[in-house]
C-alpha cells in the first residue's frame, strides 16, 4: 500500500504524512507542483527526523504519476461514493489526496478505481489532509494486515 498526494500545498501537511508513512512502513508519490518549496522550512518541522526515511517518489505531472502507477488508484474525496467503512481495500493499493485548496480535478476523479469519503457529522466540510490520510491508511492496513510487526 502507498499514499499518493496530489499537488499539495501546505508544506506542513506534506511533512506530516512523511512522518506517518516512515513511522508505517508505506512508500509516498508526490505529484508536482507543490505549492511550497521542496525543502521548505515547514516540511521539515512537521517531518522532524522521520521524514529522511521516508520513501518518497516526485513525479513531475500528473501523466508522469499516471504512466508509472501500479495497483489500483484509490481516491480519497469528500465527493466519493464509497464511505471508508464500506471499501475494500488491497494490498497493493495506492491512496491518493487532493490538494488542500483544491482537490483532485474531473480526469483524476474519472481514472481511479474507487472514489473514498471518510463519514462526517452534517455541516462539516472535510478534514484535513494529513488527519485524512492517517485514518484512511489506518483501515487500508487493518483490512489487509499490513501493519508493521
Same mark, same amino acid.
Given at each position: 500500500? #502507498?499514499?499518493?498526494?496530489?499537488?499539495?500545498?501546505?508544506?506542513?501537511?506534506?511533512?506530516?504524512?512523511?512522518? /506517518?508513512?516512515?513511522?508505517?512502513?508505506?512508500?509516498?508519490?508526490?505529484? @508536482? *507542483?507543490?505549492?511550497? *518549496?521542496?525543502?521548505?522550512?515547514?516540511?521539515? #518541522?512537521?517531518?522532524?527526523?522521520?521524514?529522511?526515511?521516508?520513501?518518497?517518489?516526485?513525479?513531475?505531472?500528473?501523466?508522469?504519476?499516471?504512466?508509472?502507477?501500479?495497483? +489500483?488508484?484509490?481516491?480519497? &474525496? &469528500?465527493?466519493? =461514493?464509497?464511505?471508508?467503512? %464500506?471499501?475494500?481495500?488491497? !494490498?497493493?493499493?495506492? /491512496?491518493?489526496?487532493?490538494? @488542500?485548496?483544491?482537490?483532485? !480535478? !474531473? !480526469?483524476?476523479?474519472?481514472?481511479?478505481?474507487?472514489?473514498?469519503?471518510? *463519514?462526517?457529522? %452534517?455541516? &462539516? +466540510?472535510?478534514?484535513?489532509?494529513?488527519?485524512?490520510?492517517?485514518?484512511?491508511?489506518? =483501515?487500508?492496513?487493518?483490512? &489487509? =494486515?499490513?501493519? *508493521?510487526?
Amino acid at each position: 500500500m #502507498r499514499l499518493a498526494l496530489y499537488q499539495p500545498d501546505q508544506a506542513g501537511n506534506v511533512g506530516t504524512i512523511l512522518r /506517518l508513512a516512515a513511522c508505517l512502513g508505506v512508500a509516498v508519490d508526490i505529484i @508536482e *507542483p507543490c505549492g511550497f *518549496p521542496w525543502g521548505d522550512r515547514a516540511l521539515k #518541522r512537521a517531518g522532524m527526523d522521520y521524514a529522511g526515511l521516508a520513501r518518497v517518489t516526485r513525479h513531475a505531472d500528473w501523466e508522469s504519476f499516471d504512466a508509472a502507477l501500479t495497483g +489500483r488508484l484509490v481516491l480519497l &474525496t &469528500t465527493k466519493g =461514493e464509497t464511505r471508508l467503512d %464500506a471499501a475494500r481495500f488491497a !494490498p497493493d493499493d495506492l /491512496l491518493l489526496l487532493g490538494s @488542500e485548496s483544491a482537490g483532485a !480535478p !474531473p !480526469p483524476v476523479h474519472r481514472r481511479a478505481g474507487l472514489r473514498v469519503r471518510i *463519514p462526517q457529522v %452534517a455541516g &462539516t +466540510r472535510s478534514l484535513n489532509i494529513a488527519v485524512a490520510a492517517g485514518i484512511a491508511l489506518a =483501515e487500508g492496513l487493518r483490512q &489487509t =494486515e499490513g501493519w *508493521p510487526l
